[in-house]
């Protein structure tokens, strides 16, 4: 049977009154709940002051009503205890915005960077964490650091851009760091720590075709993966399926075991930098290598010494990279790194004729102009118009 929870009410004097819970307790006494009664405008209310156990006494009901008499005698101030619940709901909230508003006024841009944008970036994948945190810390916190974010100019902006290019950083690298400080602005303006457009909108970027131009020959690739073989097993598959697959280092690390099916010869690359899952074939040399794991049942393919997703491009691929081909190799374009593994898996398909549409298909390319940069590799190429001239002459 469900235990009663109230007592009857009892009249403690003209106005008050209260009533006893049924099992909890306060000290020695049961627990006891208080109310008032009075009468406003000819209508007769009853309104709640608390628990005794939670600080009510007979002495403050009394004073809460005297309180309530008064402001209903002389027409000042909240006449009943909803009315003075309101008004101090009201002043709280305003106090908290003018505290909100104060705070926002002067929140620096360091101060929002750690509280506010960085830890809601998880999402992003380990190398752009990585190159953001550097470049935040080398070229945007010396200028931005400890101004106020609704004081941050294009001026302010200017100066990185000028720091980066007598630095003689790279174009793609300060449109880098103009569009973090986008980033940041646009969670700024969320929240209503500012208003109205980045001042990253007037910075007038640099253009330059930044766009890789290198890519492996095909003994170049066989050099390469014999040499990442010697050294890594784990980096030479890896490599590997860049090669053999056009898979993005991102795609190759989250790759699963369940995403492979060995019978057919496909590998599902899910949630890739597209946010559109696509297929990709194996090739035989592939399939051979994969095949050779024993335990292909479920979890990521390639691990780290933890057994954790590995993060980033080893250093052992980096360096090699550089011995057999970066010595002297200023332009970045020209520079072999591992997305250029991918960039000669398109290269070399429509070299042999492979139409650019299927190639976009493979790549996982969102927007077709970034698979038209191989349109110069095919076999007919742009070489089929300029023979029209000569048709003509």
């Known amino acids: 049977m469900e235990e009663k929870k109230e007592g009857k009410w009892v009249k403690v004097e003209r106005g008050i009154r209260y009533r006893e819970h049924a099992s909890r307790k306060h000290g020695l006494k049961p627990d006891r709940y208080y109310v008032l009664r009075y009468t406003v405008d000819g209508v007769k209310r009853q309104e709640s002051l608390g628990w005794a156990s939670e600080g009510m006494t007979l002495e403050k009901a009394r004073v809460e009503l005297g309180r309530l008499k008064e402001a209903n005698r002389v027409g000042e101030g909240p006449r009943t205890l909803a009315e003075r619940r309101e008004i101090a709901k009201i002043k709280k909230a305003q106090e908290e915005a003018a505290r909100l508003l104060e705070l926002r006024n002067s929140m620096t841009f360091s101060e929002f960077w750690e509280n506010n944008y960085w830890p809601v970036q998880g999402h992003k994948a380990d190398g752009s964490l990585v190159a953001e945190k550097a470049l935040c810390s080398k070229w945007i916190m010396p200028v931005l650091g400890d101004k106020v974010l609704p004081k941050i100019s294009a001026n302010n902006l200017d100066r990185i851009k000028m720091a980066m290019s007598r630095a003689k950083k790279a174009p793609s690298s300060i449109k880098y760091v103009m569009a973090i400080i986008s980033q940041v602005w646009t969670l700024a303006l969320r929240d209503g720590f500012v208003s109205g457009q980045s001042p990253s909108r007037q910075i007038a970027l640099p253009k330059k075709d930044n766009k890789r131009q290198r890519f492996l020959r095909k003994e170049e690739s066989i050099n390469l993966l014999n040499k990442l073989y010697e050294h890594s097993q784990i980096v030479y598959e890896m490599a590997l399926l860049a090669l053999d697959c056009g898979l993005r280092f991102g795609e190759i690390s989250n790759l699963n075991w369940s995403d492979c099916d060995f019978d057919s010869g496909v590998i599902l690359v ?124």
Do not use: W
Not at 312 to 320: A, G, L, P
Not at 346 to 368: C, I, P, T
């Open 270 to 393: 899910r949630d890739p930098k597209s946010s559109v899952n696509r297929f990709v074939f194996m090739t035989e040399r592939v399939r051979g290598v994969l095949n050779k794991y024993e335990n292909k049942n479920s979890g990521l393919i390639f691990v780290d010494k933890n057994g954790n997703r590995i993060a980033r491009v080893s250093n052992t691929f980096r360096r090699i990279a550089d011995e057999m081909f970066n010595d002297g190799v200023d332009d970045p374009r020209l520079r072999v790194c591992f997305h250029t593994l991918r960039h000669t898996f398109a290269s070399r398909l429509v070299q042999n004729g492979v139409s650019l549409f299927e190639v976009k298909e493979l790549l996982g390319h969102s927007d077709f102009s970034m698979t038209q940069r191989y349109s110069h590799l095919s076999p007919e190429g742009l070489k089929r118009v300029v023979k029209i001239l000569d048709e003509d002459s």
